[in-house]
Structure formats: C-alpha cells, structure tokens
C-alpha cells in the first residue's frame, strides 16, 4: 500500500544550526502537507504543497516539493529551543472512505542552547 | 483558524470499561470527521472515517464493534472504546477537513486514553 518515509527519525542539534528533514512517498502525490506536533500536543497544520517544484517558506522554513511529486522536504534556518517538536509530513491518501491523510512517521528534533 | 474541540483531554480507566470522547467543531459544519491513533513516539495511523448521518467507515484491522463512531450531527463526532484494555492506552485525536477539495485537516486536541 502506500508508504510514507521520513528521515532521519530523530536530529539534535545545537541552537543556531540548520536542520532538515526529508519525505519521500512511494506514489506521486496531489499535494505534500507539513505539521508540527509540540511535545504532549497535537498536529498543527504548518503548510501544503501542490504544485511540482514548489517552494515556499515562513520566515526561518523553508518548504519543497520535489519535481516528480514524490518527496519534499522542510529546511529551518538556525534553529531556535521554540523548533523543539515533531514534523509529520502527510500525503492525502485513499482511506475506506474519503480522503483521509497518510502521515510519515516524524522528525523529532531537540534543540539545546 | 478553525477550532476543534476534544472532551476529555485525558482519561484514566480500568480494563473491561468504556470509554466516550467527543469532538466537537467549533466554527463551521463538518460532514466528514477522521479519528486517529497515535502510540507513545509513534505516528497518527487513521482508525476510521466519520460520516454525517450514516455509517463510519473503518480502516483494515480497526474493529467496529470495539471502537463505536457516532457523527450524529455536523458539528458532532465521538468515538466510544468499549472494553478497553491496557493495549487500547493511546492518544486518540480527531480531524476534520475544512474546505472539501484541500486535503488539508484540522485537529483536535487529542484525548489521551490510559486503561489501568
């Protein structure tokens, strides 16, 4: 069925550094969608992708969709202890019913000062 | 943005008991909830798909008579485990899709269900 893979599955990294982390799914998608989960909180939708080759950013990220449509990735320019959490890329997938997401399985990044 | 509400945010129960979260939109009408799973450093697995008026559509290896799902109205979806054991403990968290068309979703809070 389909898969989506995230790399690397945890990252630390030193406060100012860069950070990235990377999707890939096994079919072309519609569109990439981007969340962050805070620890102990729930996803909040953060952007989504459409168009092939897409970039975009908010202010520190920076979002990519790659030409085939297939992977993406999400850059922060020097990390803040704010970045601390989880990202989820998702890709709308075929549930039993509707368009439900299907999510890779995360980054969590640490940050220390 | 919009607003989705889960009630409770926590839950502690013993094996063998049911349990009921619901999740509410706050701003606009939702004929199309989802309801996911999230185990500890885990990611959101959909459970099932939430439907106005009709039946909840579950995903493969989801039981339907352990996780009932009623979306008895447009701004109303819960989710009741039923005889709940320690391997149902999870963060359980519902969405919705806004706009129809975008794909994008809105989560609720999450409830996190511990079965002693």
């Known amino acids: 069925g389909q898969q989506v893979m995230q790399i690397p599955q945890y990252q630390h990294v030193q406060e100012g550094e860069d950070f990235t982390t990377y999707c890939n799914s096994s079919?072309?998608?519609?569109?990439i969608q981007w969340y962050k989960q805070r620890p102990g909180g729930h996803p909040v939708f953060l952007i989504q992708?459409?168009?092939?080759?897409e970039v975009k950013k908010q202010k520190r990220l920076t979002f990519q969709f790659g030409e085939a449509k297939k992977n993406s990735s999400l850059h922060i320019t020097a990390t803040q202890t704010t970045d601390v959490g989880t990202y989820f890329c998702?890709?709308?997938?075929?549930?039993?019913?509707?368009?439900?997401?299907?999510f890779g399985k995360g980054t969590t990044l640490s940050v220390s000062s | 943005g919009a607003v989705v509400s889960q009630h409770p945010s926590w839950v502690i129960c013993k094996s063998g008991t049911s349990v009921k979260i619901e999740c509410r939109s706050l701003?606009?009408?939702?004929?199309?909830m989802f309801w996911y799973r999230q185990f500890p450093k885990q990611s959101l697995m959909l459970m099932a798909t939430?439907?106005?008026?009709?039946?909840?559509?579950?995903e493969q290896g989801v039981e339907k008579d352990k996780f009932l799902i009623n979306h008895a109205s447009l701004t109303l979806s819960t989710l009741t485990v039923t005889s709940a054991h320690p391997e149902d403990s999870s963060f359980y968290i519902c969405?919705?899709?806004?706009?129809?068309?975008?794909?994008?979703?809105?989560f609720g809070p999450g409830t996190r269900l511990t079965v002693l």
């Open positions: 969405s919705f899709e806004k706009t129809v068309g975008t794909d994008t979703q809105y």
């Open positions: 998702a890709g709308p997938g075929k549930g039993q019913a509707g368009t439900a997401l299907i």
């Open positions: 992708l459409v168009k092939s080759g």
């Open positions: 939430s439907n106005e008026g009709s039946k909840a559509t579950y």
């Open positions: 079919t072309t998608l519609s569109n």
């Open positions: 701003d606009f009408q939702a004929t199309t």
